[in-house]
T-cell receptor, first 114, second 110 residues
Framework: SQTIHQWPATLVQPVGSPLSLECTVEGTSNPNLYWYRQAAGRGLQLLFYSVGIGQISSEVPQNLSASRPQDRQFILSSKKLLLSDSGFYLC?????????????FGSGTRLTVV | GDSVTQMEGPVTLSEEAFLTINCTYTATGYPSLFWYVQYPGEGLQLLLKATKADDKGSNKGFEATYRKETTSFHLEKGSVQVSDSAVYFCALSPGNQFYFGTGTSLTVIP
């Protein structure tokens, strides 16, 4: 069966420090991968998606970047964190663009920038 | 463009009450529709889905019917439990992207 792993679960980082969040999927190949952010009390905001190795699409301009160095690995990064980067970050995968099976989400990373 | 609108929360119900969370959508084609649930501190879990008009998705006592004529996919449960307290997201996928509603927070009190 397919599983998605996301870590760390919680992170407290000072303003200006770098960030690296990792997400891996097991049990499938060539998944579509997504990074979402959920600010406190708000809905989901799509940050990045990837349909293949090295293929990254950005939905909103921001202080973050994403990379897909391997088929089932998706990394969210920042060189210098801002206070506004705080939030709950969710990785997800899908077999297609989601229309048949939906998205499967990881357990999330709670990031607090202080 | 395609979008999803769900009822504002928060919703507070007593245990064993009937639940309805409204969801309407706007789409140019024939999207698939989903309900996701997010328990405190966790990621989203797929609760149920429907891929074509008149389909009924169901899971864990929850149901939703894909109504093309009213462009709706309302979530219902006949008797809620304290363990159903969570945030519920309606979503649609027309095939090229996923669109989520803003979420409805449900609290069930004993």
């Amino acid at each position: 069966s397919q599983t998605i792993h996301q870590w760390p679960a919680t992170l407290v980082q000072p303003v200006g420090s770098p960030l690296s969040l990792e997400c891996t999927v097991e049990g499938t190949s060539n998944p579509n991968l997504y990074w979402y952010r959920q600010a406190a009390g708000r809905g989901l905001q799509l940050l990045f998606y990837s349909v293949g190795i090295g293929q990254i699409s950005s939905e909103v301009p921001q202080n973050l970047s994403a990379s897909r160095p391997q088929d089932r690995q998706f990394i969210l990064s920042s060189k210098k964190l801002l206070l506004s980067d705080s939030g709950f970050y969710l990785c997800a995968w899908s077999k297609d663009r989601g229309e048949n099976y939906g998205y499967t989400f990881g357990s999330g990373t709670r990031l607090t920038v202080v | 463009g395609d979008s999803v609108t769900q009822m504002e929360g928060p919703v507070t119900l007593s245990e064993e009450a009937f639940l309805t969370i409204n969801c309407t959508y706007t789409a140019t084609g024939y999207p698939s529709l989903f309900w996701y649930v997010q328990y405190p501190g966790e990621g989203l879990q797929l609760l149920l889905k429907a891929t074509k008009a008149d389909d009924k998705g169901s899971n864990k006592g929850f149901e939703a019917t894909y109504r093309k004529e009213t462009t709706s996919f309302h979530l219902e449960k006949g008797s809620v439990q304290v363990s159903d307290s969570a945030v519920y997201f309606c979503a649609l996928s027309p095939g090229n992207q996923f669109y989520f509603g803003t979420g409805t927070s449900l609290t069930v009190i004993p």
